[in-house]
């Protein structure tokens, strides 16, 4: 059994689902299960139109889901054709009634929480994949559609929601198992789920690539296809350096640290369950399916460049925390750490001298309160517009005098934290955000201009 995962840009229109359906029957020997994105940029449509209901502008949201409406419409039309067209017509009309009859309930109180913002999201997948399985079925593939929110089971923190992977596995295999079992080709929507008493949740901004995994896991798959729009992990994000290159294979440990610093190719909760069930994950082209992508595993050979790839994570808030008086003091780290934890802000980079600390977080609205909460300990200072650059690679276990050959290259720019030693396979350190786009250019040009054939192209 293998899992195929399709990003929104490959179900972005009627051309690039109909490309899906092709690279699916390619792999129906190896009883593919499909999970779906929401085509492209439909979930931030999504949630534009469920702010503005909450502001209580009901014209505006109704107006916004009127064009998602009209998209989903044409593509299901060219898709489908004018004869099944028809028949499939009423079924998106009465998901698009629902989402309108929803909004207008939003307007008409003004108020939006996370349970019903996540309401509203999950109509990209819902709607994609009824899409995906009816042109499939279309295609001459046996399809079967699954309703992603009846197999992965999640807690109720919306937005970000955590699944259960017991509870999840067990659906996993009611729902989806006998379908395979019995030649047919599941399709569902990623990103979606659902709580215990069945109220709809998301897991996260980017969550179908942790979804298909969860799939995968669940399903004891041989493998997990990341189908995307770039030819695999490449050795920096392609838009802010064009010369990047494909990286053939790494390892889970790289990857998952690249993802988690910031390569958007993979949703950083991904690599986990594979792990877990030591199943290799590929990241694949869907314009380009014929070229052999990355293959991510537990082991990768060995690389004769120093780093495997370099991310940017951008958005960050420096935190400097300082307090003279905790001079020798015990407690005052894990003091520190309780703040963070009551406001539920999940710290990303430490460094610390004797007394003072600086933490980075991902910016947002919570900081000036956790700030706040944290002045009662120490001086607090924090600052946005800053950026964490992670260079990856298991060679640098080994390798002497790294930090002087990556600083080497950059040696005007201001370093404002720097990190090495946890995971052992990278060297992270923050900047100004504005000054992403040039180190990037120039640590890619000093590390990759030549590259180890066995493990680049
Ligand atoms: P999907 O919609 O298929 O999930 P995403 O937009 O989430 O696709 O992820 C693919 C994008 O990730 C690429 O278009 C690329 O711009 C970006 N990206 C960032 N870092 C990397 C990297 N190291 N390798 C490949 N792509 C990267
Ligand atoms: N559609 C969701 C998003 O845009 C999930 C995903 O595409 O992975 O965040
Ligand atoms: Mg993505």
């Known amino acids: 059994m293998l899992v195929m995962k399709f990003g929104g840009t490959s179900m972005e229109d009627a051309k690039a689902i109909d490309r899906a359906a092709a690279i699916v029957k390619s792999r129906l020997p190896q009883q ?8 492209a940029k439909v979930t931030d449509q999504l949630l534009a139109t469920a702010r503005a209901a909450g502001t209580g502008d009901r014209e505006q949201a109704l107006k916004l889901s009127r064009r998602l409406r009209e998209r989903h419409y044409n593509v299901a039309g060219e898709l489908l054709g004018t004869g099944l067209f028809t028949q499939f017509h009423s079924e998106l009309e009465s998901d698009f009634d629902a989402l309108d009859e929803l909004l207008r309930g939003i307007a008409a109180v003004r108020e939006l929480t996370p349970r019903t913002t996540d309401m509203v999201a999950a109509n ?4 994609s994949s009824k899409i995906a399985a009816a042109a499939f079925s279309a295609r001459g593939l046996k399809t079967k559609l699954v309703d992603a929110r009846e197999c992965i089971v999640t807690d109720d923190t919306h937005a970000r929601a955590i699944p259960y992977f017991e509870d999840t596995k067990e659906r996993l295999r009611a729902e989806v198992k006998p379908a395979v079992d019995a030649g047919r080709v599941p399709v569902m929507g990623g990103f979606i789920g659902a709580t215990r008493s069945g109220t709809t949740t ?3 901004r980017g969550g179908s690539d942790f979804s298909a995994a969860i799939v995968g896991a669940g399903l004891d798959a041989e493998r997990i296809e990341i189908w995307t729009d770039v ?3 490449m050795t920096t994000d392609p838009n802010l350096c064009p010369e990047a290159r494909r990286i053939k294979v790494i390892s889970f440990d790289e990857a998952a640290e690249l993802a988690y610093f910031g390569a958007k190719v993979l949703h950083p909760a991904t690599l986990l369950p594979a792990i877990q069930k030591n199943i290799p994950v590929y990241v694949l082209n869907s314009r380009n ?3 052999e992508g990355t293959r991510i ?3 990768a050979p060995r690389c004769r460049n ?4 370099i991310a940017a994570k951008k958005r960050i808030t420096i935190i400097d925390v300082a307090a003279t008086r905790m001079l020798m003091a015990h407690g005052y780290l894990k003091s520190i750490f309780e703040a963070f934890d009551r406001h539920r802000v999940p710290v990303d980079v430490v460094s610390t001298s004797e007394v003072s600390v600086s933490l980075t977080v991902d910016s947002t609205a919570a900081i000036p309160t956790l700030a706040e909460d944290l002045a009662k300990l120490a001086d607090v200072k924090y600052e946005g517009r800053k950026a964490i650059v992670c260079l990856v690679g298991e060679a640098l276990r080994e390798a002497p005098g790294v930090a002087a050959r990556v600083f ?7 370093i404002r934290m720097i990190s090495q030693g946890a995971s052992e396979i990278n060297l992270t350190f923050v900047i100004e955000e504005e000054a992403v786009p040039e180190v990037i250019k120039r640590l890619h040009a000093a590390f990759f201009s030549e590259v180890d054939p066995e493990v680049f192209e």
């Not at 593919?32 to 085509?39: D, T």
């Not at 990209?124 to 709607?127: A, V, Y």
């Not at 120093?306 to 790839?309: D, E, H, M, N, V």
């Open 408 to 414: 080497g290259v950059i040696p005007e720019v201001k």
């Open 289 to 291: 399916p014929t070229c």
């Open 297 to 299: 595993t537990a082991r």
């Open 202 to 204: 998301t897991i996260g």
């Open 231 to 233: 030819d695999g992990m």
């Open 124 to 127: 990209g997948e819902l709607l």
């Open 306 to 309: 120093l780093f495997k790839a």
């Open 32 to 39: 593919p299960v499909v999970v779906v994105s929401a085509m």
